[in-house]
């Protein structure tokens, strides 16, 4: 019945860079039943920095970039010979698992069971600083989004705020929010860009009994940046060399 398995043969280009964006299923949800705090919560971001972390940890990837409930992992060697079925299936199941076992630990209790889906980006790599500019670009809209929607709800309830932000623009949103104390500019960087989870070198010394001496290397950690700068072309060079 193997030949029934049309799908199993499908595998992302061997010359491509491959990106994984993970989005959590049905979040909105799950955050309204956890009680998290809108329109951000930190107890709830480091719940998803945890799990890119293990993302980090078992798959040695170049950089995972995540806001909201979406992670996006950039993949320095491409696993399972590139087969799309396994990245989405593997991805998306040990994301859900972390999470659900990192909330379980923070004493959440999730009603129904968490779930990632995933879907496979090739992209040559000239291209994958836009790539990410472009979801940095996606996580400023939803911060400014977030915070005019719930400040204005607090104020009229969730179906008149929804309708006064109906078709506002961004200079219109800064000025909602600045009538209401809210410098959107002020806000936390994690919130407006995003967190980073990278490796970045930095020294270590020890000592060389055989010489008597201090000395020192250089080694290669993971960096969970919460300052994350804005995506330039120089920030993937350093990354991607």
Request: include cysteine; glycine fraction near 6%.
């Amino acid at each position: 019945m193997r030949e029934h398995e049309v799908y199993s043969r499908l595998r992302a280009p061997p010359s491509s860079r491959i990106i994984l964006r993970l989005d959590g299923r049905g979040f909105h949800r799950l955050t309204e039943s956890l009680d998290f705090e809108r329109p951000y919560d930190e107890a709830f971001r480091d719940l998803m920095v945890g799990t890119c972390q293990d993302i980090m940890d078992e798959f040695s990837p170049t950089l995972i970039y995540t806001f909201s409930d979406e992670i996006n992992v950039l993949l320095d060697s491409v696993p399972f010979a590139g087969r799309v079925e396994k990245l989405d299936s593997v991805f998306a199941g040990f994301a859900s698992s972390s999470f659900t076992m990192s909330a379980l630990e923070a004493g959440f209790s999730p009603v129904k069971p968490v779930s990632f889906d995933c879907r496979v980006i090739p992209i040559s790599s000239d291209l994958v600083p836009e790539y990410f500019r472009s979801r940095q670009d996606e996580s400023w809209r939803n911060c400014l989004n977030s915070y005019a929607y719930w400040t204005l709800r607090r104020e009229v309830g969730a179906r008149s705020a929804a309708r006064k932000l109906h078709g506002l623009k961004h200079d219109s949103l800064h000025e909602l929010l600045f009538e209401r104390g809210v410098n959107i500019s002020r806000v936390p960087a994690w919130q407006r860009r995003g967190v980073g989870i990278y490796r970045v070198p930095h020294t270590v010394t020890g000592y060389n009994p055989l010489r008597d001496e201090e000395v020192s290397a250089v080694r290669m950690r993971v960096k969970v940046d919460l300052e994350l700068p804005l995506f330039t072309e120089e920030f993937f060079e350093g990354l991607m060399k």
